[in-house]
């Protein structure tokens, strides 16, 4: 079974930073997308920042840019997400997804194939 676990959130204060994980097993890693979703309570789920499989394209929300980066390390079967400059409005559930090679609209839930179960992220004013 395909499995995608995300790791290393927690309690941070605005203007500090915390790094996401997400391990995936049960799939061929090096033909998938990945990408970062967040959802806060009562909210839509929204997209944060994806990278293509091969590792040579990204795409950021603009609510992220320049604070966020997004990698993937295809030996270990992991994607993260380095966030730094965290503001209060990035506290959210944040979920790991997946897309099988293809060309995936990479802001729509729909496109993607397997999803995480989230990690929570809470930033302090």
């Known amino acids: 079974q395909v499995q995608l676990v995300e790791s290393g959130g927690g309690l941070v204060q605005a203007g500090g930073s915390l790094r996401l994980s997400c391990t995936a097993s049960?799939?061929?890693?090096?033909?998938?997308?990945m990408a970062w979703f967040r959802q806060a309570p009562g909210k839509e789920r929204e997209f944060v920042a994806a990278?293509?499989?091969?590792?040579?394209?990204?795409f950021y929300a603009d609510s992220v840019k320049g604070r966020f980066t997004i990698s993937r390390d295809n030996a270990k079967n992991t994607v993260s997400l380095q966030m730094n400059s965290l503001k209060p409005e990035d506290t959210a559930v944040y979920y790991c997804?997946?897309?099988?090679?293809?060309?995936?609209?990479?802001?729509?839930?729909?496109?993607?194939?397997?999803w995480g179960q989230g990690t929570q992220v809470t930033v302090s004013s």
């Open positions: 049960g799939l061929t890693f090096n033909r998938y997308s």
């Open positions: 997804a997946a897309e099988l090679l293809g060309t995936p609209n990479w802001t729509n839930v729909g496109t993607y194939d397997y």
């Open positions: 990278i293509k499989f091969t590792g040579a394209s990204t």
